[in-house]
């Protein structure tokens, strides 16, 4: 069983770069794909991107694509989120998931098993 911690969410200004972390505790993360997905106030869960098992696959929203990049250290259990040219439409909490899933199924919430608490990203205009 996966558990996931986020970390390095905060406030920025409009234009400005975080990035995310989020650290998995179980012993099999490498055969876990990884996603990330934030939920705004009075919206639903939606998808940010994803990253295959081995890291040699990435999918993006439309929205963040060409901004954020997704990566992952299997030999550290974590994986990441760079956002750069953050805008305040991307305001919101920010999770990761895990999922046995891979291909084009990772772009959705059911695939996933496990989540983490969340970590919230506020941009300021």
């Known amino acids: 069983q996966e558990q996931l911690v986020e970390s390095g969410g905060g406030l920025v200004q409009a234009g400005g770069s975080l990035r995310l972390s989020c650290a998995a505790s179980?012993?099999?993360?490498?055969?876990?794909?990884m996603g990330w997905f934030r939920q705004a106030p009075g919206k639903e869960r939606e998808f940010v991107a994803a990253?295959?098992?081995?890291?040699?696959?990435?999918f993006y929203a439309d929205s963040v694509k060409g901004r954020f990049t997704i990566s992952r250290d299997n030999a550290k259990n974590l994986v990441y989120l760079q956002m750069n040219g953050l805008k305040p439409d991307d305001t919101a909490v920010y999770y990761c998931?895990?999922?046995?899933?891979?291909?084009?199924?990772?772009?959705?919430?059911?695939?996933?098993?496990?989540w983490g608490q969340g970590t919230q990203v506020t941009v300021s205009s």
């Open positions: 998931a895990a999922a046995e899933e891979t291909g084009w199924a990772l772009t959705r919430a059911a695939p996933y098993d496990y």
């Open positions: 990253i295959n098992q081995n890291g040699g696959r990435t």
């Open positions: 179980g012993r099999t993360f490498s055969n876990y794909a």
